[in-house]
């Protein structure tokens, strides 16, 4: 759809050669002196979605201080205090990138680094994925039949009494179970036949142990110290998590192009204005409204801007893409939300150029 208006923009005067400049506000990272910024590449362009870090041990206490890069791959690390820093990135599906050193008020682009393979992506992932790699003693060993018997205590009388123990009533109370040192048995320890044997030599480590000992007293001391080391051996071996964590999952299943429907028709533009800043000479100020009618996710369109002289005649044309247009805080790949609108605010220098008016466009390239 095309949609005219036509407005008066002061006095024209006759230019030869038209020239326009869109300038998104979101082309360059805008920091202060006491921030870190940039933009983030990987292999495919911008990193979206990736950890930026930045550590020091200048200041009284070791600091980190981490962001999540948009959809651009821009980050800004804010307010840091005076000191020298380490910068990487980390992320689902990538190695940690060579730390870089910088200080607040710099640039700094990154690089982002694509794991090798799975076993070093996993590696990153939240305690928890390995977490899950554990496995209880299945329905049938409960009530438990003791030292005796199967090991587990015969307190416990179901699977969930026992995972409350693993989970919410016992281990996790104090500590996550999952994280490299917890699922990794440190060489220091000594030489264990296998994984049972070493937990029997490790929570008794260490002033905790005590609790720890009582814990896995009241799970069944044999049967939980060989469900423990029945995990640790599998992840020694190679294991790895069942499960991705959602957004490498996504990305591994769809080669990351899952995109939301491209149609035109279930789009307007519901109001739009073009007004000459009253603050910069020559700057033009385009606001609008793009919405989607549909009851479903539709993608981000490009919009067309075409300004127009007094004939009606084109005097210049631009296509913006999704992230030209819209708010460097917005994800455009999930598309528009069903029912949903978009704001649009453009700054136009259009100093070089006559115009009476302007028309918008809509369209999927
Ligand atoms: C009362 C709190 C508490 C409870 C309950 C507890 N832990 Fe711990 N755990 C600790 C503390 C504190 C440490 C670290 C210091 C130490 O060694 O005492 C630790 C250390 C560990 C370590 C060694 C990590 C390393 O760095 O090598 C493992 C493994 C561990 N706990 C597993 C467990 C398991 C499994 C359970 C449940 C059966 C459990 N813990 C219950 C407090 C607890």
Redesign the pocket.
Known sequence: MRIKQTLLLGVAVAAAAAYLTIMPLNAQVTIDADDIGGVVTGPAGPEAGVWVIAETTDLGTKMAKMVVTDDQGRYVIPDLPKAKYKVWVRGYGLVDSAKVDSEPGKQLNLTAVKAPNEKAAAEYYPAIYWYSMIKPPDQASFPGTGPTGNGVNPNIKSQGQYLDIVKTN??V???Q?GNK??RTI?AALGNFANGHEAWTR??Q?????T??VN??DRMGTQA?LKM?GDWTDRVAAGELPASKPTLQRLCAVAGCSIRPLRDVAALSIDASDLQADPAHKGLLILTATIRNRAAYPIGYPYLELTLTDAADQVVVRRALSPPEYVSGTVNTTTGIAPNGEIPVKLFIDASATVQAGYRLYLFFP
């Open positions: 016992g281990c109370t104090c500590h179970l040192a917890t440190p490790r929570i480590s260490g002033q905790a142990s609790n720890m814990t896995i939980a423990f």
